[in-house]
């Protein structure tokens, strides 16, 4: 079964079919998915620029990580459930549009990033973690983590207006 063939058939499961159809379900989805990005984006901004060098100088990074990520784990959790079922009402149209794959592609990516940080440059958080401005393989990880999270949120935002229907 191919792809499309696997969101074809999802698209008719009743319980696709009872959350596209829902006049309070879907809605509900869609604002908890956007709340759960704004709680998760906004940590990972915060921890972003301190990786950058741009705000919390004097506050050690671990201090911060360690204060953050449990707040924007609980976010992204939110999210990816909340954005699972999104595509889970409307799995057909959301698979072929291109905003969609271009987000899971940048969200693909933004992971990768996270995971090289956490298993290289963060393990080595002691010997830099009081700098004002922390070494440049962290401000990269972190420019780039900003980078695609605009990029994601703008190409999420744009599956609404797909002109290549």
């Not at 301190?50 to 449990?70: D, F, H, K, N, Y």
């Not at 057909?92 to 995971?115: E, P």
Request: net charge positive; with cysteine; proline share 5%.
């Amino acid at each position: 079964m191919s792809l499309l063939g696997f969101c074809e058939w999802l698209a008719k499961t009743p319980w696709s079919i009872e959350l596209h159809e829902s006049i309070w379900a879907y809605p509900i989805v869609e604002s908890v998915h956007v709340l759960s990005l704004c709680l998760f984006l906004g940590l990972t901004t915060m921890l972003d620029l301190r990786l950058l060098g741009v705000t919390m100088r004097g506050t050690p990074l671990s201090e911060v990580a360690g204060r953050l990520i449990p707040w924007a784990t609980a976010g992204f959790v939110l999210m990816v459930v909340s954005g699972a079922l999104l595509f889970y009402a409307i799995p057909v149209r959301t698979f072929q549009n291109i905003f969609f794959r271009v987000k899971v592609a940048m969200l693909i990516l933004s992971g990768l990033n996270a995971w090289f940080f956490h298993s290289t440059v963060y393990r080595r958080v002691a010997e830099w973690d009081l700098d004002p401005v922390p070494p440049k393989r962290a401000r990269v990880a972190g420019g780039l983590s900003l980078t695609l999270w605009a990029g994601i949120v703008v190409a999420g935002r744009m599956i609404a207006y797909n002109w290549f229907d």
